[in-house]
């Protein structure tokens, strides 16, 4: 009975064997699919997933803009002889689309006096942009272009006020021009240094830049800073490097900044900065002194006007206002940045101090600049909307009413179009305003205007022309 029982129980062993094997094999291969999938899965960190979700709103710009050179000759009869050349300059930086109807952010001094601009996307197309508006200040401009009904991917806005020291942040940009003919853009990574810098380059003032040690280099300027979500928390736009290349201290204009930029320019073709009609001056260590103040900080409120928001808020002459919406105000520069994009219709807080005490109010802020009579002139000007800009070929502001004993009154006109004065363009009043101070000391200056299509050139001489309202 047993000999007739083997074969079976032999068989039953080999089964037993070949399915030990086969799930030994099998879960050996499990095993490393599951590794694979574990190594798969590692790869796809936060980062990774921060870039796929905010590049492709990346773009590389190329601004191309003629400039006149002069060439010298050296003849034998008449001398050196000078002959003029025209030749293309191409700038090469980086933007964002921040909607699908084909706006992009990025900084003025990419597209300044740029006769053609083209905008490439990571998938490889290309567009004509042209110049919504600019705000010379914040250097960001805003370009559009004509997608024909084409959505465009658009970047997620972040916030830069919540931004903590020591998170991970991602720079997306065209550095060097490498994405050209490529159109993917270049990805480096950091963290937040620091908040808040202060920083000012080729005279311009910047203040709460963010700091990050995340590579930027010539030709990041207007792309993007992001967090870890792919949310755009900044625009790069300087780098400090004493060699020319990214030495880990790199800057962007905070994204909330930039968010309050885009909205005037789409609203009004500009930024155009609240009514205050309040004249302040710097404190001085003397002043300071005088005025029991422990430092010199703030700006002294040295006129206001009756029809000023901050008339009916108790600040008088003689105040020091210290903060605006609880950031501190260190100079008469630092208060004009602080307040030209503050809101409308928005209860804003103030502290200043009076004779050694700090007190606190608020004001609200009802219209915009809209006119300006700057003092010594003997004209009004007025700042167009965005409808009115259209139908000029520049930014400029409008002579809007020109008095009968000014020495202008036989040379400029009520609708006279000023667009430049001496080698400065003038897009707003704003410019117009920092112009005047600049030639304050001047006795002439040479403006530049349009009437009926036809372009001008006056001298304009000054005399004794008084300090004027902000």
Known sequence: MGTTHYPIKLLISISILVGTLWSTAYGAESSRTAAQNAVRASRRTAIV???????????????VRSVETRTAFDEWFWGEITYPRRRALREVGSGVIVDKKGHILTNHHVIRDADKITVTIPDGREFDARVVGY?????????EVDTDGLSLPEIQWGDSDSLLIGEWVVAIGNPFGLSLGDAQPTVTVGIVSATQRILTVEDLYHEDLIQTDASINPGNSGGALVNIHGELIGINTVIRSTSGGSQGVGFAIPVNKARRVVQQITEYGSV??????????????????????????????SEIGKRSPLADTGIKRGDVIVGISGQRIKDEQDFNARTRLLPL???????????????????????????????????SLAQPDKAMARKYEQR????????????????????????????????????????????????????????????????????NRNNRRR
Request: aromatic letters at 10%.
């Open 49 to 63: 997933v921060a870039v796929a979700n905010a590049s492709p709103a990346v773009v590389n710009i190329s601004a």
């Open 135 to 143: 705000d010379l200040f914040s250097d960001l401009a805003l370009l």
């Open 272 to 301: 155009i900065p609240p009514y205050f009609d309040l004249e302040v001056q710097p404190v001085t260590e003397e002043l300071a002194e005088k005025l029991s103040m422990s430092r010199n900080t703030g700006v002294l409120v």
């Open 345 to 379: 219709n928005q209860p804003v807080q103030c502290e200043f101090i009076r004779r050694g005490k700090k007190r606190q109010t608020e004001f609200t802020l009802k219209t915009r600049q809209w006119n300006y009579a700057p003092p010594g002139w003997g004209i």
């Open 396 to 463: 400029g502001v409008i002579v809007t009413h020109v008095d009968k004993d000014s020495g202008l009154a036989n040379t400029l006109e009520r609708g006279d179009f000023i667009y430049q004065i001496d080698d400065t363009l003038i897009p707003s009043l704003e410019i117009f305003k920092v112009m005047d101070d600049r030639i304050r000391t001047q006795s002439r200056a040479q403006v530049y205007f349009q009437r009926d299509g036809v372009h001008q050139a006056i001298p304009v001489t000054f005399f």
